[in-house]
């Protein structure tokens, strides 16, 4: 059975950090595929934050994020991480990973986990 379990959310004051995680299991392409983190805000629609290559080695963030948060991943446990520093209310959102830079594809539609919450206070 397919799983993507997100964790780490919580509420921060603006200039906090936090540390997400993902467990991906129940498919073998997460361990042989780029993943990634993706966030939803309230009225938006879901977007790309923060990739990492298949081995690790390569990384890219989108604009807003560059140079706060960092990705991470442990192949061998299927496991990836987003370090957040210096967050900010816009970062408030519902956090994600999955495959990247598509999402897992379960029957006809994207597979998502329940994401993990993230609320930045001013």
């Known amino acids: 059975q397919v799983q993507l379990v997100e964790s780490g959310g919580g509420l921060v004051q603006a200039g906090g950090s936090l540390r997400l995680t993902c467990v991906a299991s129940?498919?073998?392409?997460?361990?042989?595929?780029?993943l990634g983190w993706y966030r939803q805000a309230p009225g938006s629609q879901r977007e790309f934050v923060a990739h990492?290559?298949?081995?690790?080695?390569?990384?890219n963030y989108a604009d807003s994020v560059k140079g706060r948060f960092t990705i991470a991943r442990e192949i061998t446990n299927n496991t990836i991480w987003l370090q957040m520093n210096s967050l900010k209310p816009e970062d408030t959102a519902v956090y994600y990973c999955?495959?990247?830079?598509?999402?897992?594809?379960?029957?006809?539609?994207?597979?998502w986990g329940q994401g993990t919450q993230v609320t930045v206070s001013s």
């Open positions: 129940g498919s073998s392409i997460f361990r042989t595929s780029a």
């Open positions: 999955n495959t990247s830079p598509r999402p897992y594809i379960l029957g006809r539609g994207p597979y």
């Open positions: 990492i290559s298949r081995g690790g080695g390569a990384t």
